[in-house]
């Protein structure tokens, strides 16, 4: 039987190696995406129209998949990669594999959501569905799972960025807000299916 301290130390041990994970896996996200527009500034013909959510158009459906890695331009992208640095680590030390899923329901729900909801022939570009729905996870996260470390990280996360929420109003018609509340949407619905699953009591009745 193990004691208290080689018990904490396993557990500080694994949090460190699901950070270090975590910070390498989302700083990999973002290289791709730089090199993504790198590739996109140098070459004739834009990704943007050809890989991006384009609302109401049957091709505009592969940019569920890759409007995330895309941006317009440079300044857009730098708008977005600290916040899907410190949030998307926030979301994946946690443990990859769940991150994994989680991006996964968050591309999807956000992307048809932003599809759906976008006028039709517009093209939606941008990391910030997964940021807003990071935000949503992690929040959402503290309140599904009940753990001391997530709801404290959930609660510093929704002090921090609280501004998000005026992301999710259409005040300028050059913002998807669409893909901004479909993100968030996808996020919380990824912490609820992704849950700690709690033991069932043997006290309790079986159905």
């Known amino acids: 039987m193990s004691s208290p301290y080689e018990s904490a130390k396993r557990g500080a041990s694994g949090l460190l190696q699901g950070a270090l994970g975590a910070l390498l896996l989302v700083g990999g996200m973002?290289?791709?995406?730089?090199?993504?527009?790198?590739?996109?500034?140098?070459?004739?013909g834009s990704l943007d129209y050809e890989l991006g959510i384009i609302a109401w158009s049957p091709d505009g459906l592969v940019g569920i998949l890759f409007a995330p890695f895309l941006h317009d331009?440079?300044?857009?992208?730098?708008?977005?990669?600290l916040p899907l640095l410190v949030l998307g680590f926030l979301a994946a030390f946690r443990g990859l594999g769940k991150f994994l899923w989680?991006?996964?329901?968050?591309?999807?729900?956000?992307?048809?959501?932003?599809?759906?909801?976008?006028t039709p022939g517009v093209p939606t570009v941008g990391a910030s569905g997964l940021i807003f729905g990071y935000f949503g996870l992690v929040v959402a996260r503290g309140l599904f799972d009940r753990r001391l470390l997530d709801i404290a990280v959930g609660l510093g996360v929704a002090v921090a960025y609280y501004s998000l929420v005026w992301g999710l109003l259409p005040n300028?018609?050059?913002?998807?807000?669409?893909?901004?509340?479909?993100?968030?949407?996808g996020g919380v619905v990824a912490a609820w299916v992704l849950r700690r699953?709690?033991?069932?009591?043997?006290?309790?009745?079986?159905?």
Do not use: C
């Open 102 to 118: 989680a991006t996964l329901i968050i591309m999807v729900i956000g992307g048809v959501g932003t599809w759906v909801a976008t």
């Open 30 to 44: 973002l290289v791709v995406m730089w090199a993504v527009e790198i590739f996109d500034y140098v070459t004739p």
């Open 172 to 185: 300028d018609q050059n913002i998807s807000w669409q893909g901004h509340l479909f993100g968030l949407v």
């Open 197 to 207: 699953k709690r033991a069932i009591s043997s006290a309790s009745p079986s159905f």
């Open 73 to 81: 331009g440079f300044g857009h992208l730098m708008a977005n990669s």
